[in-house]
């Protein structure tokens, strides 16, 4: 498991004690699916502080995960995440994201076919109203006929696709977008049952329809191929 942060304080020591306490199935661990390579039991948890001027390193620290340091930018972190990770099966979870009960067993069974490179989780958020259950909706809608999941629902890969592919690439935003087409280009994407419930602070924070119509403009410019320092610029003005 590789959870990218900045200024996390608040929120990483329960994410990482999340992914700790989640058992899978609900019953006894140890009668988990298993599938070659990935230990469903035992998950190894990497915290990779972006340069937090907070407490996220102690906290991540003190829940059990071990923490790495590296220049900020997600992609950056993600990248020297998976390398300081042992797993033969690389989670890439989001810190303010928390799986479902059951992820693990989902995970190891998909991977019981040799074509599944890696795959997603249906995205949750985790907020009330009629605007997140459409976004809802428009996601699984993306996912299902475009194959294109995001960071946000979690996304989990084979080492030896990420070693195949070089890993990912550094780019200022939309990294999460690069991986998937680049796994989509060495297998199958698996989607899972068990989802992936996932903070609305920012569509919160900077409006629901602006984010929501910013995150679909940047999906756009990626698919026309548009400069992603540009992309970055836009989304973040």
Known sequence: MVIPALDEGSRIGRAVRAVRGSSGSGGDAQAEVQSPGFNAVD????????GSQDDTAAQATRAGAQVIHTAAGRARQLEAGWRASEGDV???????TRLEEGW????????KDPRVVGGAFRLRFAAPGLFFRLLEA???????????PYGDQ????????????????????LEDLDLVR?????????????????????????????????HLGAL??????????RIARWVRR
């Open 43 to 50: 998950v190894e948890i990497v915290v990779v502080d972006g």
């Open 90 to 96: 690389v989670v890439f979870l989001h810190a303010d």
């Open 104 to 111: 693990r067993p989902a995970v190891a069974e998909s991977l």
């Open 138 to 148: 428009s996601v699984a809608f993306r996912v299902r006929w475009l194959g294109l």
């Open 154 to 173: 979690g996304l989990f890969v084979r080492r030896r696709t990420l070693e195949a592919i070089g890993g990912l690439p550094d780019v200022p935003i």
């Open 182 to 214: 680049a796994m989509r280009a060495q297998g199958r994407l698996a989607r899972l049952a068990p989802r992936a419930e996932t903070s609305a602070r920012r569509y919160v924070e900077a409006g629901r329809w602006r984010t929501a119509a910013r």
């Open 220 to 229: 756009l410019m990626w698919t026309l191929g548009v400069d992603r320092s």
